[in-house]
């Protein structure tokens, strides 16, 4: 095969198709979106929750390895006989699977925060709840990204099967591609998704690290302004 | 006024971390607890502010049973420094500062000014430091802030839980003093946790002494350091035990003076200089170590004789003279392991203000002065000090 070939007829085949392959993109990212989405208002929760009750922790835990360790064909086939086919089965499939990644990261991540903070905390006058928002929370939220990263780039490839159960996305012109035997229509499908991967994985990661506060720096900071007094 | 009245606590475990502990804290003063690791010291000062609830017994705030408050709102009212800072973080230090101020939903007009007043009292510069995270500060800058967070909202109790033991000795040192002044300002009712008796004794209005969960004694440091309780009070105030002379309680025998040696008591490193010195460089040397004579030893240390900065003067035109050619011949030694009184009587007969200690080869190995045995003797035992005091009261 020529790849000089392939690469142009790629090329103009993807720009003849850019409205196609667009709107392909734009359900593939929604449906990452609402998966993920979904499991961050349901896995944060849950993850405070296992890091307070250590019994009820091991439960939650447990659960959500579990969905994560079926593999992501049957589960989508599974929950497309419970629920039917379309976008809602592969979103509620990405919720399963992004909840491990999340809930364990939230539960990990409160449970590494210092004592001495959290000591200092409620020495000095704070309720759970407000100890929770502006301590527990804040230190642990680098934990929670690495999280949220690990799940994003499962959602990202795992919603190219989507197809399979009615939904649309980036799959869909993968599909066709197998189907009619037109490598150029798998390309056009794999290579967007695979860069939408990357770029999120590198995107995460970055407020990963920004969001690392155990010794945060002003960002500002100058060298003359080292020289306070101890 | 904090009162603890009858007060246990017992851990589910069935370890009992207090013992009936009944206990006065005077307001405006400032009072250490102080013990060894286990004491019990940290959790009594918990007991204040309802980080850990009695198994049995009362603690009052000014007549009022802190069981009968919420806790969160009693903690907003006594301040916390812990020992390990406990600065937030992610907080920038202004914050940091306005933390508690925030919590008890200060109008954020009066918060700014508070904090800058705050920072300056502990000479932070507001506009330097303020938008800086703690991560950014040196230990000392820490726990300036760790203090002045707690003083925020002015509670009118404050509790500092081993609040300088991580700092490095100097750090240390400038913020028991800083503490000090800050304490002659604002006159708060001041719980400080340390085990560090120094410490204690520097900066407390009352030291209460813990030990396995009872309080052993309390009083003032000068009480304390007077007359300690009993043999654990004695070793933790640092007073060197005399070996198996002593009979319990505080009558010691002068006899046990004996023991000590002049290698207990002498200084290592006196003030020496080389014979081939000139009369300037002696001059120097002496300044530098702010005594009036100098032993001249050789390169193996062998004592050859000393010179005295009146000698030193007397000569010193001569620019060709040195020390060897003015020094005189020492006229009293004493070999190591000789008794310390035998040493003194030496001193006391000749009119000697110091007294070389010297090795069978000849060489210096140390040097017996008057300070360094008032020191030794108040190491070893501070009644004795007291006792000459008295006597020589008497005498005059």
């Known amino acids: 095969m020529d790849f000089q070939w392939t690469l142009s007829d790629l090329i103009s085949y993807m720009s003849r198709n850019s409205g196609m392959l667009w709107e392909y993109f734009v359900s593939h990212v929604i449906m990452v979106l609402s998966g993920i989405g979904l499991a961050i208002v349901i896995g944060i929760p849950l993850g405070i929750l296992a890091s307070r009750h250590e019994k009820l922790g091991k439960v939650i835990l447990t659960i959500t390895n579990i969905l994560q360790v079926i593999p992501s064909l049957a589960l989508l086939v599974l929950l497309m006989l419970a629920i039917g086919l379309g976008a809602k089965t592969v979103i509620i499939g990405l919720l399963f699977y992004s909840l491990n990644p999340i809930v364990r990261n939230t539960y990990v991540g409160l449970k590494q925060v210092n004592p001495s903070y959290i000591e200092a905390g409620r020495g000095i006058g704070m309720s759970p709840l407000q100890l929770l928002v502006k301590v527990r929370f804040p230190l642990s939220l680098t934990y929670i990204m690495s999280g949220l990263r690990v799940a994003a780039v499962i959602a990202i490839g795992v919603v190219t099967i989507a197809p399979l159960v009615g939904g649309d996305g980036l799959g869909r012109e993968i599909y066709a591609g197998i189907n009619g035997q037109n490598p150029l229509r798998i390309y056009a499908g794999a290579i967007p998704a695979a860069l939408l991967a990357i770029v999120s994985d590198i995107v995460l990661g970055y407020f990963q690290k920004k969001l690392k506060f155990d010794d945060r720096k002003s960002s500002k900071r100058t060298g003359k302004a080292s020289k306070a007094t101890t | ?396």
Not at chain 2, 51 to 63: A, E, R
Not at chain 2, 142 to 156: E, F, H, T
Not at chain 2, 319 to 339: A, C, F, H, L, W
């Open chain 2, 1 to 396: 006024m904090i009162e603890f009245q009858q007060v246990n606590k017992v851990y589910d475990d069935g370890f009992q971390a207090l013992k009936d502990i009944n206990l006065t804290i005077k307001k405006g003063e400032l009072t250490a607890f102080i013990g060894p690791s286990g004491s019990g010291k940290s959790t009594t000062m918990k007991l204040i502010n309802r980080l850990i609830t009695p198994s049995s017994g009362k603690v009052l705030i000014n007549g009022e049973d802190i069981m009968t408050k919420n806790p969160v709102e009693l903690r907003r009212n006594i301040g916390y420094v812990i020992q390990n800072v406990g600065l937030f973080p992610h907080m920038t230090i202004g914050k940091n500062v306005a933390v508690i101020p925030h919590l008890k939903k200060w109008d954020p007009k009066k918060i700014e000014p508070r904090v800058e007043e705050l920072m300056r009292m502990v000479n932070l510069d507001p506009e330097v430091f303020r938008d800086r995270y703690p991560s950014e500060l040196s230990g000392g800058q820490q726990q300036r802030i760790g203090v002045i967070r707690a003083l925020a909202a002015d509670p009118d109790i404050i509790l500092m839980d081993e609040p300088f033991s991580a700092l490095d000795p100097i750090s240390r040192e400038q913020l028991q003093d800083e503490l000090i002044r800050l304490q002659e300002e604002l006159n708060k009712t001041i719980i400080f946790v340390t085990h560090d008796m120094d410490e204690a004794i520097k900066v407390a209005d009352t030291i209460v002494l813990m030990k396995d969960g009872e309080i052993v004694q309390t009083g003032t440091p000068e009480s304390i350091l007077r007359h300690p309780a009993n043999d654990f009070v004695r070793t933790f105030i640092g007073q060197k035990r005399l070996d198996g002379d002593m009979n319990d309680g505080i009558g010691i025998d002068p006899e046990s003076i004996r023991v000590s040696t002049v290698d207990e008591v002498m200084v290592t490193q006196p003030a020496t200089v080389t014979p081939n010195r000139g009369l300037a460089e002696a001059i120097k040397i002496m300044s530098g170590r702010k005594v009036d004579s100098l032993f001249v030893v050789d390169k193996q240390r062998k004592l050859l004789g000393i010179v005295s900065i009146y000698r030193l003067l007397n000569q010193y035109g001569e620019e060709n003279k040195t020390v060897k050619d003015i020094m005189r011949p020492i006229g009293y030694q004493v070999s190591p392991g000789t008794s310390l009184p035998e040493a003194v009587e030496i001193m006391s007969n000749a009119r000697l203000t110091n007294l070389a200690v010297v090795d069978d080869d000849g060489r210096l190995v140390g040097l017996l002065t008057r300070g360094s045995i008032v020191q030794h003797l108040n190491e070893v035992y501070p009644t004795i000090v007291e006792q000459f005091a008295s006597n020589l009261g008497e005498e005059a």
